[in-house]
C-alpha cells in the first residue's frame, strides 16, 4: 500500500468512526487556495475541524507529533475561510480535534481521537 492510499484508508476509518461516535460530515477534503481541511464535522452545534495523520510506523515521529505549531496554524486559517465561505456567524463555535491512526496490520489500525487538541492562535 502507498502514501496515498495509506492517508486514504486512514481519513475513511476518521469519518467513519466520528460518525459512528454522532458527529455529522459536513465536508472531506475540502479546499482552498490557502490548502485542504481533512474532515469539517458537526458535532452538538459546533464545528469541528479534524486533521487526520495516518502512520504505518513510528520511525520518523508520532501521528500525533505531525500536527505541528505550523500546521496547527494552517488548520486555523483554513477553517476560518470555510466558516466564511459557508456564511458561519461571527464567533461561531469551533473545535480542532486531531484523528491519529498506526496502522499495525493490512486490516488493522489503532485510531485515537484527541477532542480539542489545539486551540486556535491568539
Same mark, same amino acid.
Given at each position: ?35 485542504? %481541511? ?13 486533521? %487526520? ?21 494552517? %488548520? ?26 498506526? %496502522? ?19
Amino acid at each position: 500500500m502507498d502514501r496515498n492510499e495509506t492517508g486514504r484508508r486512514g481519513e475513511d476509518a476518521a469519518a467513519a468512526y466520528l460518525e459512528r461516535v454522532g458527529m455529522t460530515i459536513e465536508a472531506r477534503n475540502w479546499r482552498c487556495p490557502a490548502g485542504e %481541511v481533512d474532515i469539517v464535522a458537526r458535532d452538538e452545534g459546533e464545528f469541528v475541524f479534524v486533521e %487526520v495523520k495516518t502512520r504505518r510506523s513510528d520511525r520518523t515521529g508520532t501521528a500525533e507529533e505531525a500536527v505541528s505549531a505550523a500546521k496547527q496554524k494552517r %488548520v486555523a486559517r483554513l477553517a476560518e475561510a470555510y466558516l466564511r465561505s459557508i456564511d458561519a456567524p461571527i464567533g461561531y463555535a469551533a473545535r480542532f480535534d486531531v484523528v491519529a491512526i498506526r %496502522v499495525i496490520a493490512p486490516d488493522r489500525a489503532l485510531l485515537r481521537h484527541h477532542r480539542a487538541a489545539f486551540q486556535l492562535p491568539s
